[in-house]
């Protein structure tokens, strides 16, 4: 029976369904905990102050009988915390699975390539996103979470053509805003030589996109990426635009990678769980990925 610690590292939820969200998952057989930090009225970003958020989350991944981290929602405050935690201490606890997206990418960044934890990017119980323990993609992760389910398909909008006709690699990815904040930093791993990106974002323009990962060229942190696969880009496209002309398109332009796209996974219903650091595979238009969590490291350090 997998014990499950849900945190508020970033914002407060907006919904008022994650009591009922959590009873659902003690329905069906997990052991759910969660704290609730003293709330900071004074800047409405984040859940509660930086002291506070730091206090709760590092006493979950303290706590060794806690097997999951699983983050409430996203929003903004991640960044405050991974530079104040005490990680020479946190290479002697137990590992955790990191599970959330958006914000929570630069904690479960950071975690993966300082000490090569098991994470994934996929459903958050405190957001209005969350579909229910039957929507297709909260369905899946309960599978990968209870050990039922260690591989599964993403189709992918478009075969681009490749030399070699298979593309192989480790998924590394997130949330581009997010990561992107944090090329430069410690938290960013030191090398992506022979992973495949999986990055969605939220309410952003084409030309801040494209920006973004023109960044990521110039500072080095495309060397020996094997795809970029974009997910969902929820708000980010004008009425009439489309990802593959406004997007992909001068994406192709600028870098000398294969850009896939799909909607399996974003800031969007289903955003079907990814395994940070699972061995994939894109053939005839499908990414396959393969999952054992024990094996599975990122750590750069």
Not at 129 to 145: E, M, R, T, Y
């Amino acid at each position: 029976m997998k014990n499950i610690a849900i945190v508020r590292p970033c914002g407060r939820e907006t919904t008022t369904e994650l009591s009922e969200n959590i009873a659902q998952l003690r329905t069906n057989g997990f052991i759910v905990s969660i704290a609730d930090p003293n709330p900071a009225p004074d800047w409405k970003y984040t859940s509660a102050s930086i002291l506070g958020r730091l206090r709760e989350l590092t006493a979950v991944l303290m706590d060794d009988s806690i097997d999951i981290v699983w983050c409430c929602r996203g929003g903004y405050g991640a960044s405050d915390l991974i530079s104040r935690l005490d990680w020479q201490t946190l290479q002697k606890v137990k590992q955790k699975t990191l599970i959330g997206f958006s914000d929570f990418c630069a904690i479960q960044t950071a975690f993966s390539s300082k000490l090569g934890w098991p994470s994934i990017h996929g459903p958050m119980p405190g957001t209005k996103l969350w579909g229910g323990l039957n929507a297709p993609d909260v369905s899946q992760l309960v599978s990968i979470i209870r050990g039922e389910l260690q591989s599964a398909t993403i189709q992918l909008e478009n075969e681009q053509a490749h030399p070699t006709g298979t593309i192989e690699g480790e998924l590394f990815g997130g949330c581009l805003t997010v990561l992107t904040s944090l090329i430069g930093t410690e938290f960013f791993p030191k090398t992506l030589t022979g992973k495949i990106l999986f990055l969605e974002d939220v309410n952003e323009n084409p030309g801040r996109i494209v920006r973004s990962l023109t960044q990521w060229q110039q500072s080095g942190a495309l060397q020996g990426v094997r795809a970029i696969i974009l997910g969902n880009l929820f708000g980010c496209l004008s009425e009439g635009e489309s990802k593959k002309d406004a997007i992909q398109r001068p994406l192709h332009e600028r870098l000398a990678i294969p850009v896939f796209l799909t909607e399996a996974f974003g800031h969007t219903s289903p955003n079907y769980p990814i395994p940070l650091g699972a061995h994939a595979t894109i053939l005839s238009g499908s990414l396959v990925w393969r999952y054992a969590p024990h094996a599975s490291r990122l750590r750069q350090s």
